[in-house]
C-alpha cells in the first residue's frame, strides 16, 4: 500500500540520463550491426552458390578442406573487405574531409584515426586468416594440417600469397602509425599506403593478374576497387564521425563532390573491367545468362541504386543538413550505407567466382610436345589452367596426369601443387629441373634460363608427362 497521503500526486518518474540515453542508443546500433552482418553473411553465401553453380560439379574433383574452410573462407575475405573499406574511409575522413588548420587535426578526426586503427587491425587479421584459409582450401586439408614449408612457398612464390605477406605488414603499419597521428599530412600518408594495400590483391593476385591484357585489366580494376572504397568508406565514416558543425559544413558537401566522381569512376571503370575479364565485348551477352552474369548485373544494379541515392542526397538532404537539420542525412545516409556494404558483398562473391567459357583467356596451356613425349590435349582438358579463385598454380598435378596452366617467363619460380594420393617427381629430358613432390603439398622449382619447350616426365607412371614452355 502507498503511503502517500490522499489526494497526494505520485512522484514523477526519474529523469532519463545521458547515460542511460547512450547505453540504449548503443544497444540499438549493436542490435543493428548484428542483424546487418547476418543479412549480409546470407546474401554472400547466396552469391557464392550461385557464382559457382556452373563450376561446382568440376571443383569436386578436387579434395574438399572441409565445411570450415569452405563457408569460412567467403566470410573471412567479406570481413577483411569491409575492414578495408572502413580503414580507407575513416583515414579520409581525417585526411581529406575535415584535416582542420594549420595541419593539426581537430578532434573528430583525431577520433576517427582511432577508429582507422581498430579497423586497420581487423583487416590485418582478416588478411592473415584468409591466406591460411586460402592455401587449407587448394590443398584440400584442414588449416591445422598445412605445412611451413608448404605456407612457405605460398607466401614468396605466388602472387595471393605475396598479396597477404605484404596486406599484413601494411595493416600492421596503419595499425601502429594510425594510433600516433595527430597532423593531416600524417594522415594522408596513411591514406596513400591504405590505397596501396587495397590495390595488392588486385595487382598480384586474381582474374585480373592472370589476364592477356594485364597491365590494362590491373589498371581498370585498381580504379574500380580504390574509387569503390573511397566511395563507401567516405560515407560510412562520415555517417559514424561526422557529427560536429565542422562536418556539416566542411566535410559533408567536400564529400558529395567527392562521391560524385567515385561513383564515375567505379562505373566506367567496371564496365571495362568486365569486358575485359569476360574476353571481349562480343562475350558480355552469352555470359548474361551464367550465374557469374547474373552477379554482374545484380552488382550493377546496386551501383546504379546508389547512384540515384546519391543525386538525391545532393538535392534534398545536404541543404537540409547545412540548414542545421541532420536527422535526415543520417537516416538516408545510413540506408545509403547498407546497400553500398550489400554491393560490396556481391562483388566479394563475384571476384571468387571463375569467369565463364571462354572469357578471361589464360594463355595456351602448352605448345604442340615432342612427338615422343605422349601429352594428353590439353584443349581438351577442363583441368588445365584450373582455377583456384585468389591462386591459380603453375602446374596442377592429380590421379591422372600432369596439367601445366601456361607458359613462364625464364628464371622465375613454378609452383607444383600435388593433389594426387602420392608422392610425384618432375623431371627435364634435359635435366633441367628435377623436383619431389610430397602428396597434398605445394612446391616450386626455378624454371630453365633459356627460352623453349622443355619435356618433363615423372613417376608414379610413364603417363604422367607433359611440355613446360618458357617464354
Known amino acids: 500500500m502507498s503511503s502517500a497521503a490522499p489526494g497526494a500526486l505520485a512522484p514523477p518518474p526519474p529523469p532519463v540520463t545521458d547515460g542511460r540515453l547512450r547505453a540504449g542508443r548503443h544497444r540499438r546500433y549493436a542490435l543493428a550491426a548484428t542483424l546487418g552482418a547476418m543479412g549480409l553473411g546470407a546474401l554472400l553465401f547466396w552469391a557464392t552458390a550461385v557464382g559457382a553453380g556452373e563450376t561446382a560439379d568440376a571443383a569436386t ?14 566470410l573471412v575475405t567479406l570481413a577483411g573487405r569491409i575492414a578495408a573499406v572502413g580503414t580507407v574511409g575513416t ?9 582542420g588548420r594549420d595541419g593539426a587535426l581537430p578532434a573528430e578526426s583525431r577520433r576517427a584515426l582511432r577508429a582507422a586503427s581498430i579497423w586497420a587491425l581487423t583487416w590485418t587479421a582478416a588478411t592473415a586468416l584468409g591466406a591460411v584459409l586460402t592455401l587449407s582450401r587448394l590443398l584440400g586439408t584442414s588449416p591445422t594440417s598445412v605445412s611451413w614449408a608448404s605456407l612457405q612457398v605460398f607466401l614468396e612464390d605466388t602472387g595471393a600469397g605475396r598479396a597477404a605477406l605484404l596486406g599484413t605488414t601494411l ?14 599530412t600524417g594522415a594522408r600518408i596513411l591514406l596513400a599506403v591504405a590505397s596501396a594495400a587495397v590495390l595488392l590483391p588486385v595487382a598480384l593476385a586474381g582474374h585480373s593478374a592472370a589476364s592477356e591484357d594485364h597491365l590494362l585489366a590491373v589498371t581498370t580494376l585498381g ?60 562475350a558480355v551477352l552469352p555470359a548474361l545468362g551464367t550465374g557469374y552474369g ?29 540548414a542545421g537539420d541532420g536527422r535526415g542525412f543520417r537516416r538516408f545516409a545510413a540506408g545509403e550505407v547498407g546497400l553500398m556494404l550489400a554491393t560490396v558483398t556481391l562483388a566479394v562473391a563475384l571476384a571468387a567466382s571463375p569467369p565463364p567459357a571462354g572469357g578471361a583467356p589464360s ?19 577442363p583441368m588445365a589452367g584450373h582455377d583456384h579463385g585468389d591462386l591459380s598454380v603453375g602446374i596442377l598435378v592429380d590421379d591422372k596426369r600432369f596439367h601445366v596452366a601456361r ?23 634435359d635435366g633441367s629441373f628435377d623436383v619431389a613432390v610430397p602428396a597434398g603439398t605445394l612446391s616450386s622449382f626455378v ?23 618458357v617464354e
Open 171 to 184: 595493416g600492421l603499419t596503419l595499425f601502429v602509425a594510425a594510433r600516433r597521428c595527430t597532423r593531416a
Open 294 to 322: 547474373a552477379l554482374l548485373v545484380a552488382k550493377t544494379a546496386g551501383l546504379t541504386a546508389i547512384g540515384l541515392l546519391g543525386r538525391q542526397h545532393r538535392r534534398r538532404t545536404l541543404p537540409r543538413l547545412r
Open 407 to 429: 607458359p613462364v617467363a625464364a628464371g622465375s619460380r613454378v609452383t607444383v601443387l600435388n593433389d594426387s594420393g602420392g608422392e610425384v617427381t618432375l623431371t627435364s629430358a
Open 61 to 74: 574433383a578436387l579434395p574438399s578442406a572441409g565445411r570450415i574452410v569452405e563457408w569460412g573462407l567467403p
Open 363 to 381: 594463355g595456351p596451356a602448352t605448345s604442340a610436345p615432342a612427338a615422343e613425349t605422349p601429352v594428353p590435349d590439353a584443349a581438351a582438358d
Open 447 to 469: 624454371a630453365p634460363q633459356r627460352p623453349g619447350e622443355y619435356p618433363f616426365t615423372g613417376r608414379p607412371s610413364t603417363s604422367f608427362a607433359d611440355v613446360l614452355v
Open 223 to 282: 580504379i574500380h576497387v580504390v574509387a569503390a572504397t573511397v566511395w563507401v568508406g567516405g560515407l560510412l565514416a562520415l555517417l559514424v564521425h561526422g557529427r560536429g558543425r565542422a562536418a556539416t559544413t566542411t566535410a559533408a558537401p567536400r564529400f558529395s563532390r567527392l562521391a560524385l566522381v567515385c561513383f564515375l569512376a567505379t562505373a566506367v571503370s567496371g564496365v571495362v573491367a568486365a569486358v575485359l575479364v569476360l574476353g571481349g565485348t562480343g
Open 91 to 99: 583515414l579520409l575522413f581525417a585526411a581529406v574531409l575535415l584535416p
